[in-house]
């Protein structure tokens, strides 16, 4: 939790000033920031018990979304992110959504599910019901492999299944429902479908074969609610044109894939600078925007209110921990979960989802107004003025020389290096 996430002036800030804001508002130790320079951060012995085959890290900037209010609390946000324009479209339209209490979440808690697939079942129907009356004694026994969940109010807590026809016959599709508190928790529902797998094949009188969790996690949705007020998006019609844009992305499939692009461009950042695990969230997503119908569509909506502010909502499954994977091992996801200030990984889940909603209608916003080139290519300039090999001393002259041409491209910026150098 942060004192305030509106920090005036941050974005002019030098690195170092950055790092003691951040500090000062989330009661971080000022030393703790370290780990976010190259050397601080996760070193090459620590990447070589993590993975296979290690050769070294990549590297990928961190920097914090500010304005951010979810349930009444302020956060600052770090994302970690390639991709210009990102974090600072989160925090504007953050503020955007400040005026009117921010973001509001509900959740489901944090509820995961694993499949076990039974194959050449001679009845699947009465083997259905020979499960479901097993049911007690397969629950005791996947809860009796993780006491430690069980004690934290984790555990079993359904069996549903489900008879599934298939181009290799009919299936018996097993679900362990379990709540796995702050976990992920793959490893762990894994670990009980695997256990329990040959005690329902058995009853089945089947054999297993896949047992492992799905990542379509719609028993583990966050949903998020935000005000964006109509003069700081820029007037009615804006609004208009916003509410026009959403609706096209929920008729439109080709549009749908690139405005649910732009809300992963927000949660995929928080998800990774929190060492959690982006694929999995990506196909939660994915498979969350496909409708009852089969059809793909907008995760978000977005609407008039009666007053002419828009309301925007996001729901997505959230599969996100604060135990387990790299979240405890990676030296800089412990300190964002510290500036985060969450105790929870459902806490943690909330946030990413508001993120998710304020970067989709930072980018509605620009593409209902001005077009996206103006803020994300004046922001990439950066990054072709860099590539084009300026120095920190003429990276800005550079920057504002392609955005004052309107031409910000590599050779561009190569001429007016050459012109400077030269000291025409
Ligand atoms: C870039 C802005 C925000 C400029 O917008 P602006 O109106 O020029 O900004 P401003 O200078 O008036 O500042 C307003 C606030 O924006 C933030 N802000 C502003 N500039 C910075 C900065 N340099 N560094 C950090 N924060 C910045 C900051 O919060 C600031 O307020 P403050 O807190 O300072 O009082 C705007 O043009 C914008 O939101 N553009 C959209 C950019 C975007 O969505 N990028 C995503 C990449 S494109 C993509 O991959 C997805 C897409 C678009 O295809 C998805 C889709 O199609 O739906
Ligand atoms: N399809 C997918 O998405 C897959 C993902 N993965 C990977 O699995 C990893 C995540 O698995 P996950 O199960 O979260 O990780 P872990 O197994 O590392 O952590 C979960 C375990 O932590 C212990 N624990 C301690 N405190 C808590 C608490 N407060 N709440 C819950 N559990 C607690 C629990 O048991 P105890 O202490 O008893 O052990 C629990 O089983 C990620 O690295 C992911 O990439 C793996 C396979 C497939």
Known sequence: MSTTSRLSGFKDSTIAQRRETVA????????????????????????????????????????????????????????????????????????MARVHGGFHTSHTGPVMQAQVQLLDVADPEAARLRILEAAPEIIAAADSLDPMLVEFGGGVRDLTVRILPTRAGTHVVVHLVVDVRDAMGANAVNTMAESVAPRLAEIAGGRPLLRILTNKADLRVVRARAVFDKDLLGGAEVVDNIVAASAFAEADPYRAATHNKGIMNGITAVVLATGNDTRAVEAGCHSHAVGSDGRYTALSHFEKTPDGNLSGVLETPMAVGLVGGATKVHPVARTTIKILGVETATELAEIITAVGLAQNLGACRALAAEGIQRGHMSLHARTIAATAGATSSELDLVVRRLVDDSNIRAEHAQEILAELRSGR
């Open 24 to 95: 000062a508002n989330s009661g971080v130790d000022p030393a703790e920031m370290g780990v976010f320079d190259p050397a601080g951060g996760l070193g090459v012995e620590s990447a070589n018990h993590m993975v296979e085959n290690v050769i070294g890290t990549l590297a990928v900037p961190v920097g914090v979304a500010t304005n951010f209010t979810v349930n009444g609390i302020d956060r600052l946000v770090p994302m970690a992110t390639e991709e210009p324009s990102v974090i600072a479209a989160a925090s504007n339209a953050a503020r």
